[in-house]
């Protein structure tokens, strides 16, 4: 506590101005003579003292001074190692600050988009919370090695009253442009493949600190054959019959951008904004697809822990063609949800999130974990054809570019809770996550790429991805099991084992549900009587590697309760053996 109070009052004489003071000038008297199990406790600022001494020898006892910033120097292609003494430089007036370079790197030209994330202002009380602000909005930008502030005190002058400081940020650039190709391997659902990216990033295109990125992602894989052998031969690639791949482009811009451009404070706010578009092509045994996407995405924090994110246009086109094997599967399970879930779309949609995230990495304690989406599809469309005099009736969906368009609303919430349990690193964690989607209007359905499913590494462990449900569906002819609503809920201990090796315990548990159905099986659709009986229930134990910038996992689970069982029979732990366990790989925790 005392330590806590000591931080407080250097942490407030620092920000009121008082440039030079620190913990040092700090200290603590207690008196414990009471005999009483009580202390008289007294805390002491002492005063700077001289360098100069008196006649007595002893040194002159000087005042803490408060300081003010006088001038502000920003050195935007600042190289340690260099002497850049006797080298030009060219200087840029913005805002009252003095912007210099030597001409190798012009983030001057555009000085007025840095200036928006420096937080030590001419003429101002000097604050040492301005100085860290601004030191971490330099480095989130992205487009430097390292920031430095450093300052020094200037000789007051006629008409100062305060002390005057003379501040000079010093910004090292990164490479303006990189050039990175990754490689991975992976496992989505016990699908084993190989995939890999090539990635061009332009960390500061326009000048103004701005990013583009330009990808080429593929990627192949061995998947189950559902297609027809002959026809399945000509579109294989060696032993994988799967691939994926397609180019994506993003720019980001650290601000905001119409109709997010306006003047607000920005000491929490943080803005970004960020425009990107795709094409991607999957092949697969059972299907040919492609996706297009475009997108606009605005994000920026109110306080300190809360963050919004705003994506008020979001355009998907889906273009599919299915193996004619697995055309005739489909139409054999007489599901007309699963049809529309292999069919053409155009999704239009926007969407809101709200994020509220209270860790603390410098304390060790409790937080919470809790975000919020709301999206929403195919209403600008809708009323636009209805203004145009066109009916849309259920039974024939109206079309834009000759393909149906989606119309739906989407909500879903994830809410975590962190509890350290001792000092040797043991953590126990608590999940709920629950969502759903509503159909209306054009839509009967939601579009496969929007609909729930569960299993898989981060979410039911002892099944498999898209491997349960919906419901007690008892079914073993569905290929992939997606549902319109979903409720998961975890509980996960995590403690160390030995240095970087790390373990869990868990129990996992939810399923997802339809609506309704349009077949005769309904043991797949949400009703509230029976909903509790159908949660599927898992538990198992992991290992962790965690090698700090990276963490490699491996969770092996079995199923405790099986929704598909009998009612009377779902408890299902007994039954289970060593081929039981279902092993999840992955990268990262699962939540």
Known sequence: ML?????????????????????????????????????????????PQSRDKDSTGVAEKLNHQKCFIKEVYVEV??????????????TTYTENMVFISTGKLQYSQNAKHLVEHIFIKKDSLYAQENFDLTYRRLSDLGIFRFVNIRSEILEMQPGDSLTPLRCYILLSPQARQEFKAEAEGTNSGGNFGIAGNLVYKNKNIFKGAET???KIKGGLEIQQNFGDTTYETTRQLALFNAYEIGPEFSLTFPRGLWPFNIRYPKHVSNPTTSISASFNIQNRPEYYRQLVNLSYFYTKKTTLYNRFYFYPAEINYINVKLDPAFQLQLEKLQDPTIILGYSNQFIADGRISYLFNNQDLSNRDKYFFFRINLEFAGNTIYLAKRIEGEKIVDTLPSKLFNVNFAQYLRP???????KPINLSNALAVFRIAMGFGLPYGNSLKLPFEKSFYAGGPNDIRAWRTRNLGPGSNVKEDYFER??????????????DIYRKLKGATFIDAGNIWLWKSYSDNNLGVFNTNTFLDQMAIGTGVGIRFDFTFFILRL???????????????????????FNSITYNFGIGYPF
């Open 412 to 418: 879903d919430f994830d809410f975590r809770f962190y």
């Open 555 to 577: 969770d092996g689970a079995i199923q405790v309760r099986d929704p598909k069982q009998p009612l009377d029979d779902r408890w299902v732990l007994k039954s289970q053996t």
């Open 3 to 47: 330590q806590s109070e000591l931080n407080r009052v250097t942490t407030r004489l620092r920000n009121l101005g008082y440039f030079n003071f620190n913990s040092q000038y700090i200290y603590f008297d207690i008196d414990s003579a009471l005999m009483s199990n009580q202390v008289d406790l007294w805390m002491v600022i002492t005063n």
């Open 77 to 90: 292609d600042y190289d340690p190692i260099l002497n850049t003494a006797g080298l030009l430089k060219d």
């Open 212 to 214: 583009l990125t330009l």
């Open 482 to 495: 997606f549902g319109d609503l979903k409720i998961t809920t975890n509980i996960e201990y995590r403690f």
